[in-house]
């Protein structure tokens, strides 16, 4: 009779969906060596799919110091860049899902208009506009319950080209399943039978 109790829990903790958690961070401080570097196209967790971004602070630039390294998107080579993460995210429905990263400008010009947009596959999730040369390093968060399976590259997209755009660090994006009430229940019998056990034994 005691040999049952052990093995409810273990289905509770079969029931519990099994998708593989996503835990995706880059702060671009490991890049290069830590050297900052003009029209970079070597980024670990980043394909430049299109124009170039720069690598900042280089010895001339650090438009936001004491941050260690980011990305301008606008490179310098007169077409804004355009970054797609290496890997494919796949989440999945009732997913747990944070996405983040903090934003700025390149105040070159006075402030000119930037202007990007953030995609997941296809996605549009957000889109930035600043023109704020003295606009402060700025987070960007959302997240919630996926309504349904989803799966996609990370997409920052600089429009323009005048080597002086929007600056990109910290992205983040971390999703985990969430177990179905009924899980949750199942799961509370199996530790009610343990806890049985112990009093018994």
């Known amino acids: ?30 890049e290069n060596g830590g050297v900052g570097q003009l029209n970079f196209y070597g980024l670990s967790n980043w394909d430049v799919t299109r124009g170039s971004v720069d690598l900042i602070p ?10 260690g390294l980011y990305l301008d998107l606008d490179g310098s080579t007169g077409e804004g860049g355009r970054i797609e993460s290496k890997q494919t995210f796949d989440i999945h429905t009732g997913d747990s ?11 070159g010009n006075g402030g000119n208009d930037n202007d990007a947009d953030v995609y997941f596959g296809s996605y549009l999730i957000t889109h930035l ?20 399976e989803y799966s996609g590259k990370l997409i920052f997209d600089m429009a323009g080209g005048d080597n002086q755009g929007i600056i990109l660090d910290n992205v983040c994006l971390h999703s985990q399943a969430v177990p179905e009430p009924a899980s949750y229940a199942v ?15």
């Open 58 to 67: 280089d010895p001339n630039y650090d438009f936001y110091p004491g941050n």
């Open 97 to 107: 899902v944070s996405f983040s990263f903090d934003w700025g400008n390149n105040p």
């Open 1 to 30: 009779m005691n040999l049952r109790l052990p093995l409810i829990g273990a289905i509770a903790l079969a029931v519990v969906p099994a998708f593989a958690s996503i835990n995706f961070s880059d702060d671009f401080n490991a």
């Open 129 to 148: 506009h600043t023109n704020d040369a003295n606009m402060p390093l700025t987070h960007f968060s959302i997240g919630g319950i996926s309504p349904g």
């Open 187 to 201: 799961f509370g019998l199996g530790i009610l039978g343990l806890v049985v056990r112990r009093k018994r034994a």
